[in-house]
């Protein structure tokens, strides 16, 4: 053992006594929650985006067997295991994207239901009628595609979608913006419901996030209102009146728009970054509206643009056909570029789901 | 041929490493206090240190499914610690958070460097030095492994460590006089 060694190891032993920083796996979330938000930011659009192009329900009946039965067809699926319910990935040719294209956001929510993203439901209302959600399932391999039921897409009337911002509403909770925190609160969530001309948004976490002039510590009745709503909305067939529906049936949310990201955790510019991709892919991006964005959490450097159905596909194609590999997960495709040479610049392209408010 | 895990392993004496959990979560909590102390002994400032520590594992988490296939997840994290660690970007941004924080109290890096000699004698070394020292001497990587994680060639680490080791010759314990 050196002398260097067993100083380093003295030093070692002595900083041990510095506390290891709160929050845990929690904060991290948090971190990387605002971090993929940042990011769907720079092609223009706000929230949670999920990949699912899917013909599950069509091909398979799945859960759409159960359609039209009030009470029993709500966006319920076991957290601890929803199983594969949909392609996850490009929507397939000929999918038919949902329509319209844009929505009018009335509510959106997600919950968690852990300290990481298993069991996690997400929740959007517009103005249009339609109700598109998505749970996440439970366990190990949280990323796998097997865990997600994908964004299901189902069809409200005025009176349904009333009703669901009403039900967040009677919770007195929405009046102003506020970040709830405290010990009474186990996972964190966010709510976004329109009342009067603007939508107002409750969020919630065990701890804040670094500012504490906007956090409220929350109240047990705070905290069993968020519960009840988590409920509620979990499963709005088992209280919704028939009439709320204008179709109950579970299809997949067929998305007409991506979000297509660039990405290099190195320094360099788009041109460095455009240079690693095969020429046919660099002639498609030429004219793309490629927004550059300096990450808050990250020092990478990244150029995004919302794109069509039919051109992330095509630009997908020009990367399969090159021999790129890609890899899935419930939030994006990913192709990792630059990695045949451990010289080249390093960039990955990514391509995620943008619902109708992510404009 | 060992993995960068096996020979850290027989290194530090420990065999822990060998077991790489396939859960993120196990993975943050068997790693986070390892990384935390070391990244503490590199940047001698315990927010910097938090900060990074965060920062890397939200890296990871990103790319779990992907990272927990290598052959070394543990370097892996390291590595991009020590990518966090040398940009200067990052730092700017550091710095501009912190600006946002209200008045903190003393870091209590500062309290155990008080205390302590050895921590005290690793602030005559560069950010680079102590990263190098830190990543071959505490850690157990080879020149080769240090220079993948640390971002520049093994030679480097080689020079690094052995500037290193030339400036804390100049320092003597006050125990052994």
């Known amino acids: 053992m050196t002398d260097l060694n067993s100083l380093l190891e003295r030093a070692d032993r002595a900083v041990s006594g510095v506390p290891l ?21 720079a092609a223009g659009v706000v929230g949670i985006s999920v990949f699912v192009a899917s013909v599950w329900i069509v091909t398979t009946g799945g859960p759409s067997d159960r359609s039209g039965t009030p ?7 076991a957290p601890d295991g929803p199983g594969k319910v949909g392609l996850v990935g490009l929507a397939p040719e000929g999918a038919t994207p949902s329509s319209p294209s844009r929505g009018e956001l009335v509510l959106s929510a997600f919950f968690a239901h852990s300290g990481g993203d298993p069991g996690r439901f997400h929740f959007n209302v517009y103005a249009d009628g339609r109700l598109i959600w998505q749970r996440l399932g439970g366990g190990t391999g949280e990323y796998a595609i097997d865990y997600t039921t994908g964004w299901v897409e189902q069809r409200l009337t005025p009176e349904g979608v009333e009703l ?3 039900e967040a509403l009677s919770t007195g909770l ?37 500012n504490a002039a906007t956090e409220t510590a929350a109240t047990p009745e705070q905290v069993n209102a968020l519960k009840q709503l988590d409920a509620r909305l979990a499963d709005p067939a088992s209280w919704l009146p028939a009439t709320a529906w204008e179709d109950e049936q579970m299809r997949p949310f067929v998305p007409s728009r991506y979000s297509l990201c660039l990405e290099s955790p190195q320094l360099v510019e788009l041109a460095r970054v455009l240079a690693s991709l095969p020429q046919r892919a660099q002639d498609l991006l030429d004219g793309w509206d490629l927004t550059y964005r300096e990450s808050t959490y990250s020092e990478g450097r990244y150029w995004c643009s919302a794109v069509t159905t039919e051109r992330a596909r095509a630009l997908a194609q020009i990367l399969d056909d090159a021999g790129f590999q890609h890899r899935e997960n419930i939030f994006e495709v990913r192709y990792e570029l630059g990695q045949r040479d451990p010289d080249a610049t390093e960039v990955s392209l990514s391509f995620a789901l943008l619902l109708p408010d992510e404009t | 041929m060992m993995s960068m895990d096996e020979q ?96 903190a ?11 302590d000699e050895a921590v005290r004698s690793l602030a005559l070394l560069t950010p ?32 690094l460590t052995s500037q290193a080791r030339a400036t804390l010759l100049a320092w003597k314990e006050p125990d052994d006089d």
């Open chain 1, 21 to 41: 920083p709160i929050g845990g796996v929690e904060r991290l979330r948090s971190l990387r929650d605002r971090k993929r938000r940042n990011q769907r930011i």
């Open chain 1, 71 to 77: 009470g029993s067809s709500g966006p319920v699926v």
């Open chain 1, 164 to 166: 669901l911002r009403s």
């Open chain 1, 174 to 210: 929405f009046d102003q913006d506020v970040h709830l925190v405290g010990g009474y609160i186990q996972y964190p969530g966010e709510v976004w419901v329109r009342n009067g001309d603007r939508l107002v948004r409750v969020t919630w976490s065990v701890i804040g996030p670094d």
């Open chain 2, 8 to 103: 850290a392993a027989l290194m530090t004496g420990s065999l822990e490493h060998l077991q790489v959990p396939l859960d993120f979560e196990e993975f943050f909590e068997t790693e986070r206090e390892r990384l935390f102390r070391a990244l503490l002994l590199v940047t001698h400032d315990s927010a910097e240190a938090e900060d990074l520590m965060q920062e890397a594992f939200v890296r990871i988490w990103e790319r779990w499914d992907r990272v927990a296939q290598v052959e070394d997840p543990v370097g892996y994290l390291f590595k991009t610690a020590m990518n966090l660690h040398r940009s200067a970007l990052r730092r700017a941004l550091t710095a501009a958070k912190r600006s946002l924080r209200p008045p």
């Open chain 2, 105 to 115: 109290g003393r870091d209590p890096f500062d309290e155990v460097a008080d205390r």
């Open chain 2, 128 to 159: 680079r030095q102590r990263a190098a020292v830190v990543v071959t001497e505490l850690l157990g990587y080879s020149s080769e492994e240090a220079g993948a994680i640390l971002g520049v060639r093994p030679g480097t680490v080689r020079t």
